[in-house]
């Protein structure tokens, strides 16, 4: 047989394989639950398919149908290769075992992110304090001439707005600070600093000059049961931020694009936690903290249980995380 | 200047160049995928809306609809905006329909499946690439990066690659060579390739090439008969030439 014949015999014999390519590749794609016997004919049929493509290679290089083959071959590469999905045994490693590393591992962030935010808290308290007319540039002129005449923002929301609204939008707008705090990390950390500087100033801000008009006890009272939890998220997605920028400024790897990529990757899984406390906030925000009946002591208990709650779960233990699994302590 | 490429490494040996999208597939995918999403959530908006008494209920001093009224039609098309892209990459294994449109997908930088993190991850740093203003960070990032990638890629480790659905008529062609019709492969391939993009391609441009092609792979075919045959003419030899062996 001539290496023509051969060619055009060895072409015949595959054509037909390669059309089926296609829909079987996209079965295999579709489906998550792959027998053993699936499997194995998924890995003959990646072997086979890499013996045709690196003839194709040669005697028809450049060609369409070896594009095409390489595109089939790259596609069922990549079935081959992904991750099982075990979602339970997933999630709990995640919660049990990952998260409460990364918040061992920003002990020191996190405790630099809250002092920012308790110092700012005060200079805002200061500033306002020291020139009232400082709060035009951070209130809205309704929420001024509210506390003006003695009512606090806060009072009668739930006669203007559903719990159920309120709880959404404040859901969605601390989940949107507590994003924007950790990926303007990037910035070398700046735009982290800058974002917790801001709010701490303006809590500060606020009650300074809610207590210019004897009112501050009002808003403490309002933010008691949610407080506690909503600011130390805000903390703590600061402080995976700060890492990015720790990890620009001072790279564990290669490559400063390498460092970045690892910190994102471990730190993003801290937002998960965070995005989940928040959603707990919303709610007590939206359905306990504007109600005028729910008594102070209650509050308190809210508020404390909630953060211990918290605690929990960035530590595992809520999760069934022993205490001797630490990483430190195993060390 | 040749495009980047990420290798894409088999056990096998047999590797594979995953070319990378530049700048223009991206924003190529991204203006579709914007359309889309834009439409889609405009069309929610507004049919829920006259379902709940049109606009009048907006513009109107009308009575508090209730919280119905707020996640319907004002949350609802919001999560649909901003929640497309997520939630389509990660259900669609790295595309979205735009992506597709643009022949392009996300891979990570060993060419696999990203996973659920990594676009998660590449999603949330949308807030930095969209800054200002219609993502001139994330836009001159992917200009000014080696692998045309955004900061949201670079934080996920993802990369786009150029992922065009090749024909199954690119075998098509093949088939002419082995049944006999004197074709060798890469000129049923070129035949059969040039017959596929017929449509796409002026009457010009068409003539000239298909002229050049015969001429080359079929040897009773004189370059001065051929000079004389118009478009239709040239396109009924080409079909010829590739169904030749199988009428044989």
Known sequence: MSAEAGLQAWLASRIASWQQLAPQLDRLE???????????????????LGRDLSIARRILPASRATRTLEARYAKLHAIIYRKPQNWRERVRTLFRDEIPDVVHELRTPIQWVSLLFALSTAAGWWLVSTYPELIGLLASEDMINGVEGGRLWTEGMLNVVPSSVVST??????????????????????????VIATNGLMLGAFFAFTHQHGMAGELLKFVTAHGVVELSV????GAAGTMLGESLIRPTH????????????????????????????GFIEGYLSPDPDFPLLNRVIVGF??????????????????????????? | MTSPSVTLQSVTGVDVELRIAGPGSRSYAFVIDWHIRLILALAWFFGVLMLFGGLSRLLDDAPDPGPYFFFLVKLAPLAIYFLYHPILEIAMHGRTPGKRMAGIRIVSRSGDIPGVGALLVRNIFRLVDSLPFVYLVGLASTIFTQHNVRIGDIAAGTLLVHDAA????????LRAATNGGGLNPQSADLAQELLDRWGELDDGNRTRIARSLIARIDP?????????????????HLVDLLTRGKAA
């Open chain 1, 254 to 281: 290669a490559t400063r694009r390498e460092s970045f990529q690892h910190a994102t990757a471990k730190t993003s899984r801290l937002l998960l936690l965070c995005a989940l406390l928040l959603i707990g906030c």
């Open chain 2, 220 to 236: 009773s075919a004189s370059s001065e008969s051929l000079a004389l045959r118009s478009a239709e003419e040239l396109r009924a």
């Open chain 1, 30 to 48: 579709r489906k998550r639950d792959h027998t053993a016997a699936e499997a194995l004919n998924a890995i003959e049929m990646y072997r086979s």
């Open chain 1, 305 to 331: 249980g909630y953060a211990v709650v918290m605690v929990g779960a960035l530590t595992g233990r809520l999760f069934g995380r022993k205490s001797a699994s630490l990483p430190e302590i195993a060390k």
């Open chain 2, 166 to 173: 090749e024909s199954e008529k690119s075998f098509e062609g």
């Open chain 1, 234 to 237: 805000i903390c703590l997605a």
């Open chain 1, 169 to 194: 939008e404040i859901l969605a707008n601390n989940v949107m600070v507590s994003l924007f705090a950790f990926v303007v990390g990037i910035f070398f950390g700046l735009g982290t600093f800058y």
